[in-house]
């Protein structure tokens, strides 16, 4: 059928319009206040350098937040939800397991980065820096494209959870979605990324435990995991699943799923490693902090998913009786609304259109300040006008924002009336991008890669993908649609032959033409930009702006810092190596090779192992970067309230002295001793 009986749409189209609009202009205002207050309070003016590396000095907590909140996208919570539907409990783990990886290896990345290029503002300079401009070139294609289908992802499954839950038009959602999003990214660049990241965290992780508590505690029809068990083995006596063991809902052996968790995780790697928004965020992280806030945030987003979609993808299969949901609206997200309806009516519309939306315009943000990083200066000031100063890079950087969310609200509508849903695009952006994450991860970790690997190993692996991709739908159903080439076979060919290829192209290029042997010398020479015009502007002395001197640390603590790094670095690549096999091994092959069917006793220790988890990760990253925090924000909040009864502080950057108005000082008269202050914080 068309859809069930939910899709009579349980809210009206002014509350859609009011979601997208008024909670869009509520954010943005809320953070046009944000940044008015640490421009105020904190000299966090908003040149060049803060726009974009939020002063490369945020702590590992709101980095982990902010990682969490990046990656939990709507695919995050409707893919997952699907999934769980089509295969049962393998489908939740598959797509936490098979994303939650790549952020734990990422972190070896960011420390690598920070190493490697710590003045750098993207990627995509560290590319240059090393190879020039065939292969920066190269990658700036790779990179952008993964923007775009990670951007058309989220407005193309957001509109269409506001369609069926609202009936608002979906292109009129995906041109109302990012006009908040845009707002306060503009007018707080990163650093209103990293706040609205939280927030939208907080009421995400909320919302999921009350889905959470409703299915397994409280639930009229539901309301334990014992008889969510019992429906699911009805379940699975009505309509059997081909390839699991016994047709059961509730086994790890899952053919299918495994197919899909090869593709996720290939997938994946290319939406993490070459998306310039993840390495903002390590580019953004104070040194010491971007290792810890990688790991903790990958560990803290494996709950979201694999509990989320165990709860609500099941709890559709529980709830739908004997009619089932079209092959049409699973692709398009549509299992999650289905169930909270099911489950909460009224309010679980209301909670799903609210996630929904935190979850779409969080990682939307993050988009806009990836793209529009690599638009000022990877474009503009690299090939257009080199000698650009902070004013005019600004400008750039708010124009690509504007001019990226117009460029894809259009796009994003075009694919909606194709026929082309958030599940296509999710199966189909490795088979597109992941050629380039071997020749793009070997940039920062082997000296050896030559230019002619890095620039030749992309373009053909999407050609041998393509080819892969499309060969297997023609040989498999003779026919080219959304639904042959969107297939799992198919898809699973292609993904593989993209991220695999380049294992073969690269050291047949590199030792062909002869390895480069790199130094790293030219990415430690990537410079800040001068931001001295809009400092001047702004009336604020340019050393009290974080991120705008560009070394601040004597000798002895600049090798205590690379000692730090390098120590750093040898964890995360332990860690990260164990944790990769406990995700990818330990904990999934066992349990598919054995067939195990569950127990109702372990389902509910599977159930209740989530909850727990997800407690977990409401501690790190909600409680603990608040805990980070508290010195700045009892700072600040104090400084407020004196300003509020006419006490204006005199401001140094990390400090402030409460003085009378008359007496605050300015810029010219704040002494060497104070700048030395304002270095060292």
């Given amino acids: 059928m068309s859809g069930p009986e939910f899709f009579a749409v349980p809210l009206s189209k002014g509350f859609g319009y009011g979601i997208a609009l008024g909670l869009g202009f509520a954010f943005a205002l809320l953070m046009i206040f944000i940044t008015w207050a640490l421009k105020r309070y904190q000299n966090e003016v908003q040149t060049s350098e803060m726009f974009s590396t939020a002063g490369r000095s945020v702590k590992s907590g709101l980095v982990a937040a902010a990682v969490v909140s990046s990656w939990t996208w709507a695919a995050t919570l409707l893919q997952s939800s699907s999934v769980a539907y089509m295969y049962g409990v393998s489908g939740p783990f598959y797509y936490a397991s098979g994303a939650t990886v790549q952020i734990l290896l990422f972190a070896t990345l960011a420390i690598e980065l920070k190493r490697r290029a710590p003045n750098a503002h993207t990627f995509l300079e560290v590319v240059r820096a090393r190879y020039g401009t065939t292969v920066h070139v190269v990658f700036i294609v790779f990179c952008l494209m993964t923007n775009v289908l990670v951007t058309a992802m989220l407005l193309t499954g957001g509109s269409a959870v506001l369609t069926a839950l609202t009936g608002i038009s979906t292109a009129a959602g995906c041109f109302l979605l990012p006009i908040g999003v845009v707002l306060y990214t503009v007018f707080g660049g990163i650093k209103a990324t990293f706040l609205t990241d939280y927030m939208h965290t907080v009421v995400i ?174 474009i503009f000031q690299a090939y257009i006008e080199p000698t650009a100063k902070g004013k005019k890079l600004v400008w750039i950087s708010h124009a690509s924002c504007i001019v990226y969310s117009i460029i894809m609200a259009g796009f994003a509508t075009g694919l909606h009336y194709a026929g082309v849903g958030m599940g296509y695009l999710y199966l189909l952006m490795g088979v597109i991008i992941s050629s380039a994450v071997i020749p793009g991860a070997m940039t920062l970790l082997w000296k050896g890669q030559n230019w002619i690997a890095a620039a030749a190993s992309p373009p053909l692996g999407m050609a041998v993908s393509l080819t892969a991709w499309l060969v297997t739908t023609k040989t498999q159903y003779g026919t080219f649609t959304v639904e042959t080439t969107g297939a799992n076979y198919p898809m699973l060919a292609g993904n593989v032959a993209a991220l695999l290829s380049p294992i073969v192209f690269v050291p047949v290029f590199t030792y062909a033409f002869g390895p480069q042997n790199y130094d790293y010398v030219s990415m430690q020479q990537i410079s800040r930009v001068d931001d001295t015009d809009v400092a001047t502007a702004a009336h604020v002395d340019i050393e009290l702006i974080p991120g705008e001197v560009q070394s601040n640390l004597t000798p002895a603590e600049a090798e205590k810092e690379a000692k730090l790094l390098n120590r750093a670095a040898f964890y995360s690549r332990n860690l990260t190596i164990f944790m990769t096999l406990a995700m990818m091994i330990l904990w999934p092959i066992p349990m598919y090779g054995s067939s195990y069917v569950f127990s109702k006793k372990f389902f509910t220790g599977w159930v209740v192992v989530g909850l727990i988890w997800l407690f977990c990760t409401f501690f790190g990253v909600v409680i603990f970067p608040l805990w980070e925090g508290r010195k700045s924000i009892v700072r600040v909040v104090r400084m407020m309230a004196r300003d509020a009864v006419g006490k204006k502080p005199s401001l140094y950057h990390g400090r402030a002295e409460e003085t009378h108005p008359s007496s605050a000082a300015t810029p010219t008269e704040i002494t060497e001793k104070d700048k030395a202050a304002v270095a060292y914080s």
């Avoid at 334990?224 to 699991?244: E, F, I, Q, W």
């Avoid at 099911?342 to 309010?347: F, T, V």
């Avoid at 679980?348 to 943000?365: D, K, Q, Y």
């Fill in 205 to 378: 992780l909320v919302i999921i435990f009350l889905f959470a508590f409703s299915a397994y505690a409280t639930n009229a029809e539901l309301g334990s995991p014992g008889k969510v068990y019992d429906a699911l083995v009805a379940a699975a006596n009505r309509h059997p699943v081909d390839g699991n063991a016994e047709g059961s809902y509730l086994t790890m052996r899952s053919k299918e799923g495994a197919i899909f968790w090869i593709i996720n995780l290939i997938g994946n790697f290319g939406t993490v490693f070459l998306d310039n928004g993840y390495y903002n965020k390590a580019i953004a992280a104070s040194p010491v902090h971007a290792f810890p806030g990688y790991v903790i945030g990958g560990l803290c987003w494996f709950a979201i998913p694999w509990l989320c979609a165990t709860t609500m993808g099941l709890a559709a299969l529980a709830l739908e009786g004997t009619e089932r949901m079209s092959n049409a609206d699973v692709s398009a997200g549509l299992v999650l609304p289905f169930a909270a309806v099911k489950l909460l009516g009224y309010s679980g519309a209301v909670a799903t259109t609210l996630m929904i939306f935190m979850a779409v315009t969080s990682a939307f943000s993050a988009q806009l300040i990836a793209v529009s990083s690599v638009f000022t200066y990877d």
